[in-house]
Every structure is written in C-alpha cells, then in structure tokens.
C-alpha cells in the first residue's frame, strides 16, 4: 500500500479541488485541497517524480472542472487540458527547488509568490490564458465571503486559500507523529485567517443591507458578437472589437453612471 501512497495523495488533491469548485456546494474544501499534495512534496524527493506527480493532481482539477469546453472544441479540450495542467505544475516545482535549498519557511513563501505571479501572467492577454481555474474564483457562489474582493480582486481569495492550505498542513504535519503535548501555533492562525475574513464579509453586507436604499446608473454593454466569429477576420481584430465597446459605452454612459458591465 506504502507505495501506493503518494499516487493517492495526488489523486486526493485533484479530487478535492474538483469537490470545492463552482457550483459544488462543498466550497469549503478547497482550504484543504493541497493539502494531500504537500503532504506528497514532503514524502518525494526527486523533483521529477514529485512533478509527474503534480501534473496527475492538475490534469484531474483542469478535466473536471472544465470538461464542457469539449463541446466547443475536442482537439482544443484536449490541448487545453494537457498545457494549463503542465504550467500549474511550475510553480510547485519551483517551491520545492526553492524549499530544498534555502529550506521551508523560504519554500512556502515561494510557493505563494511562484503561484500568485503564475495566475497574475495567465489572466493576460496571451494564447494560453485560461483565468477560470484562478484559485479566488472558488468563491463565485459564496460571494458573500467575499465582499472584501472589491479591494483584493480575486488574487486575494488565491492567497488566502494558500495561506490557509499550508497553516493547516504545517498543523498536521507538527502534530501527527507527536505523542507529547500537541503543538497549536499553526493551527490558532489558521483559524483566525478562515474566519475572520468571512466575518468581515458578513458584518459587509449586513451594513449594506441596512444602510440606505439608493438607485444606481448601471450600463450595460452587449456588442452583439457571434462567440463562434469573434475569432475570425470578419469580426475584425481584437482591436477593433475593443473600440466598439468603448464606442458603445461612451454613448451609453454619463457622469451618474455607477458600474458599467462587460461581456467576459
């Protein structure tokens, strides 16, 4: 069984985030999902091994939670699955280079940097961008934990999972093997960084909703492009089809207007 083990841990964390994922209502797991894969990166030591690994746990996270885009494209599904797994394996195999040379605290900080800069390049504008499995949008059906990303964005949900994943780990791991007093210095701020920021969300929108009613000017933009011509030259360029929702919301908006809305 032993040396089924880390293949099972792989397995675990794929299917966990798969479980946490919209619309699934088990969001909360996603604040323990990596847990079994840095459980994993502790027991391997070769880095190549540790990334074939990795890339089994990203391959399961990236087909079941984005299977439908076979409807679109099956050599695209396929293409997608196969490159966005291998990029998010990256950042993990630089956490374990940089973990294994300057050592753990190094090696976690590391971890939330390579995978903060990771999903900051891949919400750009470039042929592989695939900002859906952005680890803050876990949270798309609980957006009442948070209200705070009007400050953070969802990069702030990415950390907070992260920071969240490995506090917990560092728990379990500071505490499985002890047969003495258990050690809860991991475990109290672990807590506190899972709560408090939904209660902050909570208080949020209490006040909202008591506060005062008032009516926004929102506009809504629809430039009415076929999906499947949008790509083609007889949509225009990309450009171009930025100018006509700059047109369009120019017309429509005015000094009152709020929010103004985008299509994706």
Same mark, same amino acid.
């Given at each position: 069984?032993? &040396? ?22 088990? *969001? ?7 847990? /079994?894969?840095?459980?994993?990166? $502790? &027991? ?20 079941? *939670? ?15 699955? !196969?490159?966005?797994? !291998? ?17 753990? &605290? ?24 695939? /900002?859906?499995?952005? !680890? ?13 990303? $009007? ?33 809860? &210095? ?10 408090? /920021? ?10 909202? $909703? ?16 076929? /999906?499947? $011509? ?17 047109? *369009? ?16």
């Amino acid at each position: 069984m032993n &040396r089924y083990t880390n293949l099972l841990l792989a397995l675990a964390s794929g299917l966990l985030l798969f479980a946490a994922w919209p619309v699934s209502p088990l *969001t909360l797991l996603i604040f323990f999902a990596f847990i /079994p894969l840095l459980w994993m990166e $502790e &027991r391997v030591s070769s880095r190549k091994k540790f990334f074939g690994l990795t890339y089994i746990t990203m391959f399961i996270w990236n087909v079941a *939670t984005t299977w439908w885009i076979w409807n679109a494209s099956a050599p695209g599904a396929v293409s997608a699955f !196969l490159a966005n797994s !291998l990029l998010m394996c990256f950042p993990w195999l630089g956490y374990k280079i940089v973990k294994r040379r300057m050592g753990e &605290r190094w090696g976690y900080l590391s971890l939330i940097a390579f995978w903060m800069c990771f999903e900051y390049i891949h919400l750009q504008d470039w042929g592989l961008s695939w /900002p859906w499995l952005t !680890l803050g949008n876990a949270f798309a059906t609980k957006t009442e934990w948070v209200q705070w990303y $009007e400050y953070t964005g969802n990069s702030g949900g990415s950390l907070w999972v992260l920071a969240v994943n490995i506090l917990l780990f560092l728990h379990l791991k500071k505490n499985m093997l002890r047969n003495v007093t258990k050690d809860y &210095r991991f475990l109290i701020p672990a807590a506190l960084l899972l709560v408090l /920021p939904i209660l902050i969300s909570k208080i949020t929108t209490f006040r909202l $909703e008591k506060g005062n009613q008032t009516n926004q000017n929102i506009v809504v933009v629809q430039p009415n492009i076929d /999906p499947y $011509e949008k790509v083609s030259n007889e949509a225009g360029s990309f450009e171009a089809q930025l100018q006509k929702l700059i047109s *369009t919301t120019e017309k429509a908006a005015d000094n009152n207007t709020a929010l103004i809305v985008w299509p994706e």
